[in-house]
C-alpha cells in the first residue's frame, strides 16, 4: 500500500513540476501538433516546440520544412489538426489572429500581407484606426506611424502607396505594424529576406532591446550568420518533423547547416577564372527619373562580357531594382542606352529580348515571379509556352509540355506532390526555385539575376550559385544583384558598388575584396575616380 | 484519392446548392401558393412533362451557349466586360440585316448573317477592351454605357431601315426563308443552333484551356505583371479576347434571330448576355461545363414559368432559385470544412500505412 501511495505521490509531483516549468519558463508549447492541408499535405508531423520567455529561438530548416506553417498555426491562420497549444501556462485554442494578436502573439509573415493602393499610415493602423466617434482620422494614423518608426529608428514615409515601396520597405511596414500592436511574443518569418546588411544590423539591435525587456521572439531564417549573431536556441525541421533543439553557442555554422540539410553544405564555391569573350549587354550613361522627379539611376555606365560574372553590390534601393527593370524592359522612359549585342533595346518588346535569350529573376516574387494562382506548370512554362516546340497543330503540346515540366521540378528539386497543385500551396523557397528553374532553363545568354537566392536554404542556395557557375561557364553573361555581400563576392568574378543610383566603384577582382571594402563604398564613404570606373565598361 | 475527393466535393457542393435553393423556394412558395406541393411539382417536375417542355428548355439554352463561352472568354483576362449584352443583341439586328436585304442560296445565307452578327459582336467587345487599354477607362462602366449606344442604335436600324410597316407594331420584314437555321426535330422547335452552339463549346473550352492564345489570357487576367514580365503582348491579348467573346456573343445573337423568329421583334434588350455572366460564373469560365450551366439555368426558367402558368406563384420566384444557388456555388468555404475533414482522414491513413 505505502509504495502505491508513494508512487501516486510521485506521479502529481512530477505533474505539478512539469506544470510549474510551463508556467515558468515556457512561455509557449506546442505539442504534438500535427497539420494536413486541404490537399492532403502533411505540413507537420506530431511537432513539438517549446519557447522560453524572453529569448530569441530560431526556427529553421530546409525550404517547404513547415516552419511557416508551423507558425501560422501558432498565430491562428491555420488551424492544426490535432494537438495542442499552451500559452503562458494555459491552453487555448486559437481560432484565429484576431485571438492571436490579443494574447499577445503577433507574426510578420514571409509574403506581405499589405494592401497595395493604400498608404504606409493606412496599413499600420488597419483593424485598430485611430479617430473619435467612428470616424478615422488621417492625421493620427499619420502621427502614430512616425513615433513608431522613430521609435524603432526604423524610418518610413507614412504617406507613400505601399505598392510604390521597394519590397525592402515594405518589410518593413510589416514589422512596424505589428510592434504598434503591442505584443508580447513576436513572430518573424525571414524578416531578413529582404532587407540589407545595415537594415539587419539596426533590426537586430532593435530586436535584442526588445528581448531585454522581456519580448519573445521566433525568428526564421535561411541564413546562419544571423541565427549565431542574434538567437539563444534553435529548433530543426525537417519534412514536417523536430530532427532536433539546441543551443546556439554549442553549435558551428556548418554543423547548424548540416542539421538542416543532412549533409554537409560548402559556403564557398569552387570556380576556375573567368574567361570573358565579347560584350552582351552595355549600358550607357543611363538614367531614370522616377515619377517623383528623383534621379533613381543616375549616368551608369558598363558592361557585362560572355562568361564573366558581373556582381552588384549596394544597400537596397539605391536604384538597383530600377536597373535591372530598365534591362528586362519592365520600366519604360529610360535616358541613354541600353545595348544588347550593340543594339539598342529601347525599341524592341519584352518578348524580343528574351527571344534573344536573356533571362531575369526578378527581386518581386509576387508581383512579376509568379502568378500565384496558377499551377506550378503554368508558373515555368510563361516564357516558352508559345514555341513550336511546345505546340502541336493549334493546341500545346500537354505532353512535352509535362515531361519538359517534371523534369525541371526534379532537377530544380521544387518540394510538391505535383505540378498541376497552385503554385501558392508551395513554400516560400520552392516558389523560388520554380522561378530559377524558368529563368536558367532557356540556355540564357545573358543572366540578370536579381536576389536569386532569397528565402532559399542554404542547400538549395549552394545549388543556384553553383548554376549560375555553370551558365557562366557555358558562355553566359551573368548579372548578379545581390543583398548578400558574402553571394556577391563568393560568386562574381568583378564588383560594381551602387550607392544613390550611381556607381561608386569597379573591383576587378572579387576574389580580393572584403565585406568591409564593399561596405565603405556602399554607404557612399569613399568613391572611386572617374578613370578608374571607366575600366567597367569593355569597348 | 486526394483527387477523387476533390471532385467528389465539387459534385456534392453543387447538389447540395440546389437543394437549398429548391427548399428556400419552397419556402417561399409556401407563402404565397395556396397549394404550395402543387407549385413545387410544376416547378421541378413540370420541364418534364411533356417532349415541348424539354424542347423549350434547350431552346432557350441555346442562345445562353454562345454567351457564356463569349463571357468566360472575356473574363479570363481579368476584364469585366458587360457588352456581351450589346453584342449580342446587334448580332441580332445585323442578322435581321442581312436576312431582310440579301438574296443569297440556302446554306450561304444564315452563314453571312452569322458573320455578320459575329463581326459586329467582336466590334462592341472590343470597345471597351480599347477605352481600356489606351486609356484605363474600366470596362464595367464603359461597357454598360456601351449598351445603351448598341441598344438605339440596333433600334434605329430596325425603325428606319428595315421596319416592316404593315405590323401594326416595331418589326422588320420577315426574314426571308432562304436565311432561316432548320429545326433540328419536328416536335420541338430545337434548331440548327444546337449544334453550332455545341461546336463553339468545344472551340471555346480548346481555344480557353489548351492553346496558347488561352494560356496567355488566362495568366494576364491572374496577374498582368507576370505576364507582361513574361514577355507575353498583355494589350493585344486583352483586345484579342474581348474580340473573340464579343464575336462569339455576336453570332449568338445571330442565332437566334435565325433559329426562333421569322422577323426582329425585339423591344428592348434581351437580357441574354447578362445571363451569359450568370453561366459563365456557374461554369466556372471554363467552356467546358456551359453547356450544363445553360442547361441549369434554362431549365429553372422553365420551371417557373411552367409554375406560373399553372398555379397562382409569380415567374420572378425564379431570380431568388437563381441568386442563392450563385451564391453556394460560388462561395469556396461553403462544406469546405467537410472536404477538409474527409482529406484529413484520407491523408492520415496514408500518414499510417507509409510508417507502418
Ligand atoms: N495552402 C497550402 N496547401 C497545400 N500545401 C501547402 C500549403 N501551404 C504550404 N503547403 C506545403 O506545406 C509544406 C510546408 O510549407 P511551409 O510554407 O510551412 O514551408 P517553410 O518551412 O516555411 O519553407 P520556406 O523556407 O521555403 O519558407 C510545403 O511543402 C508546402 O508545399
Ligand atoms: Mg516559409
Not at chain 2, 426563308?177 to 471555346?204: D, M, N, Y
Request: proline content about 3%.
Amino acid at each position: 500500500m505505502a509504495s502505491v501511495s508513494h508512487l501516486f505521490h510521485l506521479e502529481i509531483g512530477v505533474r505539478i513540476m512539469s506544470e510549474n516549468i510551463k508556467v515558468e519558463e515556457y512561455i509557449l508549447s506546442m505539442e504534438n501538433i500535427t497539420k494536413i492541408y486541404s490537399n492532403g499535405f502533411i505540413a507537420n508531423k506530431s511537432v513539438n516546440f517549446k519557447v522560453r520567455k524572453g529569448e530569441i529561438h530560431a526556427l529553421i530548416g530546409e525550404n517547404g520544412a513547415g516552419k511557416s506553417t508551423l507558425m501560422k498555426v501558432l498565430f491562428g491562420q491555420e488551424q492544426p489538426d490535432s494537438g495542442e497549444i499552451f500559452y503562458k501556462g494555459k491552453k487555448t485554442n486559437i481560432t484565429n489572429p484576431l485571438v492571436a494578436l490579443h494574447m499577445g502573439i503577433g507574426m510578420v509573415h514571409q509574403h506581405f500581407m499589405l494592401v497595395p493602393s493604400l498608404t504606409v499610415a493606412e496599413n499600420m493602423v488597419l483593424g485598430v484606426e485611430p479617430g473619435k466617434y467612428g470616424m478615422f482620422s488621417y492625421k493620427e494614423a499619420v502621427k502614430l506611424t512616425n513615433d513608431i518608426s522613430k521609435k524603432y529608428n526604423l524610418p518610413i514615409d507614412a504617406e507613400a502607396k505601399i505598392m510604390d515601396l521597394p519590397v525592402g520597405f515594405k518589410q518593413r511596414v510589416e514589422i512596424l505594424k505589428i510592434l504598434l500592436r503591442g505584443v508580447d511574443v513576436l513572430i518573424l518569418d525571414e524578416p531578413t529576406a529582404v532587407l540589407t546588411p545595415q537594415e539587419t544590423d539596426e533590426l537586430f539591435k532593435q530586436l535584442k532591446v526588445l528581448k531585454e525587456k522581456g519580448y519573445t521572439i521566433i525568428f526564421i531564417s535561411h541564413k546562419l550568420h544571423e541565427i549565431k549573431k542574434l538567437c539563444d536556441n534553435l529548433t530543426v525541421l525537417r519534412n514536417g518533423r523536430v530532427t532536433g533543439t539546441a543551443k546556439v553557442s554549442d553549435l558551428t555554422e556548418q554543423e547548424i547547416s548540416k542539421m538542416m540539410v543532412g549533409r554537409d553544405v560548402f559556403l564557398t564555391i569552387k570556380k576556375d577564372v573567368a574567361q570573358p569573350k565579347e560584350t552582351v549587354l552595355s549600358v550607357k550613361n543611363l538614367s531614370w527619373v522616377d515619377k517623383h522627379g528623383k534621379r533613381v539611376v543616375n549616368n551608369l555606365s558598363f558592361s557585362v562580357r560572355a562568361g564573366e560574372i558581373l556582381g552588384i553590390a549596394g544597400v537596397e534601393g539605391n536604384g538597383q531594382r530600377e536597373l535591372t527593370n530598365l534591362i528586362a524592359r519592365l520600366e519604360e522612359n529610360q535616358i541613354g542606352e541600353i545595348l544588347l549585342y550593340g543594339k539598342s533595346i529601347a525599341k524592341q518588346s519584352i518578348r524580343e529580348i528574351r527571344e534573344q535569350k536573356i533571362s531575369h529573376i526578378s527581386e518581386d516574387r509576387m508581383t512579376f515571379g509568379t502568378v500565384y494562382e496558377a499551377t506550378i506548370e503554368e508558373n515555368i512554362i510563361s516564357d516558352r509556352f508559345y514555341k513550336k516546340e511546345f505546340n502541336k497543330n493549334y493546341l500545346m503540346d500537354a505532353k512535352k509540355i509535362k515531361n519538359h515540366v517534371n523534369e525541371l521540378i526534379k532537377e530544380y528539386n521544387v518540394r510538391t506532390d505535383s505540378k498541376d497543385l497552385p503554385i501558392r500551396t508551395l513554400s516560400g523557397g520552392n516558389m523560388q526555385k520554380v522561378v530559377v528553374a524558368r529563368e536558367f532553363s532557356s540556355d540564357p545568354k545573358l543572366v540578370i539575376a536579381n536576389q536569386p537566392t532569397r528565402g532559399i536554404d542554404v542547400g538549395a542556395s549552394e545549388f543556384i550559385r553553383k548554376k549560375l557557375v555553370t551558365l557562366r561557364d557555358q558562355g553566359a553573361a551573368v548579372l548578379l544583384v545581390s543583398a548578400d555581400l558574402n553571394e556577391v563576392i563568393e560568386v562574381s568574378d568583378s564588383i560594381v558598388v551602387m550607392c544613390d543610383g550611381s556607381i561608386v566603384a569597379y573591383l576587378k577582382d572579387a576574389k580580393r575584396v572584403t565585406e568591409e571594402q564593399l561596405g565603405e563604398y556602399m554607404l557612399g564613404i569613399k568613391k572611386q575616380s572617374d578613370e578608374e570606373l571607366r575600366e567597367v565598361v569593355h569597348d | 484519392m486526394i483527387n477523387k475527393i476533390e471532385n467528389q466535393f465539387k459534385f456534392i457542393r453543387i447538389a447540395i446548392s440546389i437543394s437549398i435553393a429548391l427548399l428556400l423556394a419552397f419556402l417561399i412558395i409556401s407563402f404565397v401558393s395556396k397549394d404550395p406541393l402543387f407549385a413545387m411539382y410544376n416547378l421541378i417536375i413540370g420541364p418534364f412533362e411533356n417532349i415541348r417542355r424539354v424542347g423549350n428548355i434547350v431552346e432557350l439554352m441555346i442562345p445562353l451557349l454562345f454567351t457564356g463561352v463569349g463571357v468566360s472568354i472575356m473574363y479570363s483576362a481579368g476584364q469585366i466586360n458587360m457588352a456581351s449584352e450589346g453584342a449580342f443583341f446587334l448580332g441580332g439586328v445585323a442578322a435581321a440585316y442581312v436576312s431582310v436585304t440579301f438574296l443569297l442560296p440556302y446554306g450561304i445565307h444564315p452563314v453571312v448573317a452569322m458573320i455578320a452578327g459575329g463581326l459586329i459582336g467582336g466590334l462592341i467587345g472590343l470597345i471597351p477592351a480599347i477605352l481600356f487599354v489606351k486609356f484605363k477607362a474600366l470596362p464595367v462602366v464603359s461597357s454598360l454605357m456601351l449598351n445603351y449606344i448598341s441598344y438605339f442604335l440596333g433600334m434605329y436600324v430596325i425603325h428606319y431601315i428595315i421596319f416592316d410597316p404593315e405590323t401594326g407594331y416595331l418589326s422588320s420584314f420577315l426574314y426571308k426563308e432562304t436565311a432561316i437555321l432548320p429545326k433540328l426535330f419536328s416536335v420541338t422547335r430545337i434548331h440548327w443552333g444546337l449544334v453550332i452552339g455545341l461546336i463553339v463549346v468545344v472551340l471555346g473550352y480548346l481555344f480557353l484551356k489548351k492553346s496558347k492564345w488561352g494560356y496567355a489570357i488566362r495568366m494576364i487576367g491572374m496577374n498582368p505583371n507576370f505576364a507582361q514580365y513574361s514577355g507575353i503582348n498583355v494589350g493585344f491579348y486583352i483586345l484579342l479576347c474581348q474580340l473573340i467573346g464579343g464575336a462569339i456573343a455576336g453570332i449568338g445573337g445571330a442565332v437566334e434571330q435565325l433559329g426562333m423568329y421569322s422577323r426582329f421583334q425585339y423591344q428592348k434588350l434581351s437580357g441574354h448576355g447578362f445571363d451569359g455572366v450568370l453561366v459563365a460564373i456557374l461554369a466556372n469560365y471554363n467552356p467546358k461545363f456551359v453547356p450544363l450551366a445553360a442547361f441549369f439555368i434554362a431549365y429553372v426558367r422553365v420551371g417557373a414559368d411552367v409554375m406560373a402558368r399553372n398555379s397562382d406563384v409569380p415567374i420572378e420566384i425564379v431570380s431568388i432559385i437563381q441568386a442563392v444557388i450563385i451564391v453556394f456555388v460560388a462561395s469556396e468555404r461553403f462544406l469546405a470544412g467537410w472536404k477538409h475533414r474527409k482529406i484529413v482522414k484520407a491523408s492520415q491513413e496514408r500518414f499510417a500505412s507509409e510508417e507502418a
